[in-house]
């Protein structure tokens, strides 16, 4: 069954700091790996998308890494501001098309 | 360009009453994709319309059907409704030329609240 794992659940960090965000995943066949921010009671915005030999994709403040080997990613987020704060899906395509194999998100919240 | 719309914003049904829900894709793009989201099981994809056709299909019952029109505007119907139908109902477009990669753009969502 494909699956996709995110940690951590939640996180608090202070405005300006930076974090990471992790996802693991068992999808196959793997086509692509995306990173979604959503914002409460709005859509997902998508950051990144990510083939199979691309090992990094940044985004402004965000940075997305792959590992296809270990089948793992992370998004590093640099100097968050209040904005940041948001859920922040990991989402893996297998196979093409749209569909997609979500991961439940991490809860970001930026404080000052 | 206007993004993707969805109506209406919110809604509530009963148990056993049906419900449709609507998708007006961003002008050009061709394929347009549900996604049903509760706290409990996060996003979960429900179908793909491209070219009127249903192109991919998620694990939901029979009770959950769409259909997309020549304009690429796309309803879906949920029928007999369940408390655990609950949830916010997204729909995404993409342009789909083909490239498995490209972005998809998502709609504020339909929050369906059944009692």
């Known amino acids: 069954k494909n699956q996709v794992e995110q940690s951590p659940q939640s996180l608090i960090i202070l405005e300006g700091k930076n974090c990471t965000l992790q996802c693991n995943y068992t999808v196959s066949p793997f086509s692509n790996l995306r990173w979604y921010k959503q914002d409460t009671g709005r859509g997902p915005v998508s950051l990144t998308i990510?083939?199979?030999?691309?090992n990094t994709k940044s985004n402004g403040r965000y940075t997305a890494t792959l590992d296809a080997d270990t089948k793992q990613s992370s998004l590093h987020i640099t100097a968050s501001q209040l904005s940041d704060s948001a859920s922040y899906i990991c989402?893996?395509?297998?196979?093409?098309?749209?569909?997609?194999?979500f991961g439940t998100g991490t809860q970001l919240k930026v404080e000052l | 360009k206007a993004g993707v719309t969805q109506t209406p914003r919110y809604l509530i049904k009963t148990r056993g009453q049906q419900v449709t829900l609507s998708c007006s894709p961003i002008?050009?793009?061709?394929?347009v994709s549900w996604y049903q989201q509760t706290p409990g099981q996060g996003l979960q994809f429900l179908f793909e319309?491209?070219?009127?056709?249903?192109?991919n299909k998620g694990n939901f019952p029979g009770r959950f059907s769409g259909r997309q029109f020549s304009n690429s505007r796309s309803e879906m119907n949920v029928s007999t409704l369940e408390l655990g139908d609950s949830a916010l109902y997204l729909c995404a477009s993409s342009e789909a030329r083909g490239d498995f990669n490209e972005k998809l753009f998502f709609g504020s969502g339909t929050q369906l609240s059944v009692l």
């Open positions: 990510m083939t199979f030999s691309e």
């Open positions: 002008s050009g793009h061709r394929s």
């Open positions: 319309y491209f070219s009127e056709t249903q192109r």
């Open positions: 989402v893996v395509s297998a196979g093409g098309g749209n569909k997609l194999t």
